[in-house]
């Protein structure tokens, strides 16, 4: 098709022709096309793997494309080759992107951040008066309002996203690249950066919006492109779809709904009455907490990351012992950190970071698997391990579980994110535990690996656990929860009924309002 | 005991005091250059050699003073180019290869002595750097004796420090530096190369270890001995810590040791009878320690020290 013929007035700022990229066997992006005009927010939306990332890397040149160009409009509109491979190159073509993990040096102002790179290094000064009118500038436009003199390590994750953005209009950007820039945000905060998004697109910056989270990309963006196994499977406006039809397309297969029986709850087996954790100068704290988990329901803690959800869990877990308050497990009091009694009191952890507290990459699987129940006579037997009766039932949970590995000798480094995660389900829930801990159970996972740990924590509560499920993700909390409390600079509030509950109230608490105010 | 304060009022001792911290003062000044980049560098023991030798011998083969001081300068930007390939491209752990850019600089200046001068009983000499005159502030009581023992490459060392400390604080090459010790991804979506950044400054911060080492045998001695440099290195990697990779509180440490270091030196006369000589040898490595364990236990370390950075890698 001719592109001058579109139908859509707006000039092309952008345009991908046949980007192919190819990490040895695997091919990541597979003759992918996409054109982006002047003043469109484009949704890319795809699930882990993709390809997504892959193709803004090669957009913003951390890779070079196999095959294919990248076309970007000049000054005078007329598309030229956009040279691989160097971000000095795409930065200059006017292509800025706000990476997930923020490209920011913390011991740096956002001041000097924004300016980083924009003068020559062999000079004096930093650009001064002028270029601080220029920002504030920025500031007054897109409504991006931050403190440009305190070091960004001071600054809220919303904060230090608005420096990321501005970073990227001080250079006069055409096309801006927003890689899952909600999922650090509160629902309020992910609204005014929406009302930003719409405003900067307004004045003519193209917006391409990365993103697994359907509802928002319905809400802000007019035109969708999916990718599935690197190829694209759908290039289409947004109107008219809806979110079941934009999940078949990014899966490839329908998306079951979620059976979840109504909720028995039994006898407390969680039980916080007045606990505090944690040093009181800092925000990841506990202070006066009460909340009472019962056996056979799942009660989810709502909040942005670093408010108290890392004392809780390592209350919890038996890693931090609290300041004052008393704990009971099954009704008996647990108060000394003590990870061991934890076990075997019945309690199981899911960690927030598989990486780092569930698994150790360089064991095997097998090893990974009854890592918590080493010292039992069913794993070891005269202070030898029993590696055949381990092998058997690693092989058992592979395939209960679905892990897809090599085998149970393999080392866990090298599973997917997913199945590694199956690995430390099977752990935690193959003990039968009447606890679980879930911590972000499915941060980084994709859609099937996420249904499948909701599957399995919702199974978990039909055999009578109590669950305990920490998470950002307010669809996940409304979707798995019986009841919500939300936790903010250390308070937490009490656990109110999932159902008469809306996620503008919660997002309110979690921005520090109390219920009475949210409501 | 009034014995032991009266050495705080000898201009002698000041002067020492500043004799003393002048090498330590570049020698923190470079590990704390390559370490707000992100890179540790624990050549610095062998660098300080390799400065002291070559510097010396250039100057003993003929080259004026200041040719010396370029000569050192070079053969640490040398040695700091061989670190900085291996740990910032290449990635290699920062502590072996560090380690390694010691055994290797210390043995290289001592096999070059050796092969220069095989045959000799006393150090050959050279004419040092000599003391300055100062103008006017020369003249002035108590302060007059202090700066005139002082030479032109001490006060290099102080010119450095306000250099080192202007570049960081308000050149956009130094924010880059700041930022690349930080977080390398941030430089790099700024358009700007870590590499180069990172190579860069570890061969400055090399360069002018070097000047370190060749204070010792230009300006403090007029010759070099094997053993000279005798853990002056290891000394400022720990005053980089104690500094909080300040260059003014670089400044500061270096000056604070180097007062110990003179004042044990004078006190051991006093009290030598009584108190066993080592124990007051040991005063000033024992103040590292002390100021390191106090100190560095909330010491804010530039967030990407020692964690290489390879390009497409999240």
């Known amino acids: ?519 | 005991m009034l014995e032991a304060l009266d050495i705080l009022l000898q201009a002698n001792f000041w002067a020492a005091t500043i004799r003393i911290a002048t090498p330590l003062i570049f020698g923190v000044l470079g590990a704390l250059l390559c370490e707000r980049a992100g890179v540790l560098n624990l050549g610095i023991e062998g660098i300080f050699v390799a400065g002291a030798m070559s510097g010396w011998l250039a100057v003993y083969l003929g080259l004026p003073l200041w040719g010396g001081v370029v000569v050192a300068a070079l053969t640490g930007a040398l040695f700091g180019l061989v670190h900085g390939m291996l740990t910032v491209p290449l990635g290699l752990s920062q502590h072996v290869t560090g380690v390694g850019i010691t055994l290797l600089a210390t043995s290289a200046s001592y096999f070059g002595y050796r092969v220069a001068f095989p045959n000799v009983a006393t150090p050959p000499r050279i004419e040092p750097f000599p003391p300055l005159d100062v103008p006017f502030f020369g003249d002035l009581p108590f302060i007059g004796p202090i700066l005139d023992q002082q030479t032109a490459f001490t006060v290099l060392a102080f010119v450095c420090v306000g250099g080192v400390a202007l570049v960081l604080a308000r050149t956009p090459l130094g924010l880059a530096i700041r930022a690349v010790g930080d977080n390398p991804e941030a430089v790099e979506a700024q358009g700007l190369s870590v590499v180069a950044l990172r190579m860069g400054a570890v061969m400055a911060g090399s360069a002018l270890m070097a000047l370190g080492g060749a204070f010792l045998t230009l300006s403090a001695f007029n010759a070099f001995y094997f053993g000279m440099i005798n853990g002056r290195g290891w000394v400022c990697i720990a005053l980089t810590v104690f500094a909080s990779w300040r260059p003014g509180k670089a400044l500061i440490g270096a000056l604070l040791f180097g007062a110990l270091d003179a004042y044990q030196l004078r006190i051991q006369t006093i009290a030598g009878g009584v108190v066993p000589s080592q124990i007051f040898l040991m005063l000033p490595y024992v103040f590292s320690i002390a100021a390191l364990v106090l100190v560095a236990r909330r010491a804010d370390y530039p967030r990407a020290l020692m964690k290489p950075y390879f390009k497409g890698q999240r």
């Open chain 1, 1 to 519: 098709m001719d592109r001058r013929m579109h139908p859509d007035p707006r000039p092309l700022v952008l345009s991908l022709i046949g980007i192919t990229k190819r990490f040895g066997p695997l091919t990541a992006n597979d003759h992918i096309d996409l054109d982006v005009r002047a003043g469109e927010i484009v949704a890319l939306l795809g699930e882990n793997g993709a390809g997504k990332t892959t193709l803004m890397s090669i957009l913003f040149g951390h890779y070079v494309a196999d095959e294919g160009t990248v076309h970007i409009a000049d000054a005078d509109g007329e598309l030229a080759p956009l040279p691989g491979g160097s971000a000095e190159a795409a930065l200059a073509a006017g292509i800025g992107m706000v990476h997930q993990h923020f490209a920011l040096a913390e011991n740096l102002t956002g001041f000097e951040n924004i300016v980083l790179g924009t003068r020559p290094l062999w000079s004096f000064g930093l650009g001064g008066r002028e270029a601080r009118a220029k920002i504030e500038r920025l500031i007054a436009e897109s409504g991006l309002a931050v403190d440009l003199d305190v070091k960004v390590a001071r600054l809220s994750v919303g904060e230090q996203q608005r420096v990321e953005i501005l970073k990227a209009l001080y250079r006069d950007v055409r096309v801006l690249i927003l890689d899952e820039p909600t999922a650090v945000l509160t629902p309020q905060e992910a609204d005014g950066l929406f009302a930003t998004v719409r405003k900067l697109s307004a004045k003519g910056l193209a917006v391409i919006f990365i993103s697994h989270k359907l509802h928002e990309v319905l809400a802000l963006c007019e035109r969708v492109v999916v990718l599935r196994g690197g190829a694209k499977v759908a290039d289409r406006p947004t109107a008219g779809g809806d979110r079941a039809m934009l999940a078949e397309l990014m899966v490839g297969r329908a998306i079951p709904t979620r059976e979840r029986p109504p909720s028995m709850p039994g006898a407390p087996v969680l039980s916080l009455t007045g606990i505090s954790v944690g040093k009181p100068g800092e925000r990841d704290r506990l202070e006066d907490a009460d909340l009472e988990v019962r056996a056979g329901e799942i009660v989810g803690i709502a909040g942005v990351s670093g408010n108290g959800q890392g004392a809780l869990a390592a209350l919890v877990a038996g890693l931090a012992a609290p300041r004052a308050g008393q704990l009971h497990i099954c009704g008996h009091p647990a108060v000394a950190a003590d990870p061991r009694a934890r076990l075997a009191a019945d309690v199981g952890r899911i960690p927030e970071d598989r990486h780092r507290d569930g698994t150790i990459g360089a064991l095997s699987v097998a090893e990974n698997y009854v890592l918590e129940t080493i010292g039992e006579s069913e794993n070891q037997s005269f202070g030898f391990i029993r590696r055949a009766d381990i092998r058997a039932r690693a092989v058992e949970a592979i395939r209960a579980y679905d892990v897809r590995c090599p085998g149970p000798g393999a080392a866990i480094r090298a599973l997917s994110g997913g199945n590694m995660q199956k690995v430390v389900l099977a752990r935690v829930l193959e003990r039968e535990p009447k606890l679980v801990l879930a911590h972000q159970p499915t941060r980084g996972l994709d859609i099937g690996a996420t249904t499948d740990v909701h599957r399995r924590l919702i199974a978990a509560r039909g055999r009578g656990a109590a669950v305990l499920l920490i998470s950002e993700d307010l669809d996940e909390l409304f979707a798995l929860s019986d009841r919500i409390a939300v936790v903010h600079a250390g308070h937490l509030s009490p656990a109110m009924d999932a159902e008469n509950l809306d996620v503008k109230t919660v997002g309110l608490m979690m921005a520090g309002h109390s219920a009475g105010e949210a409501a």
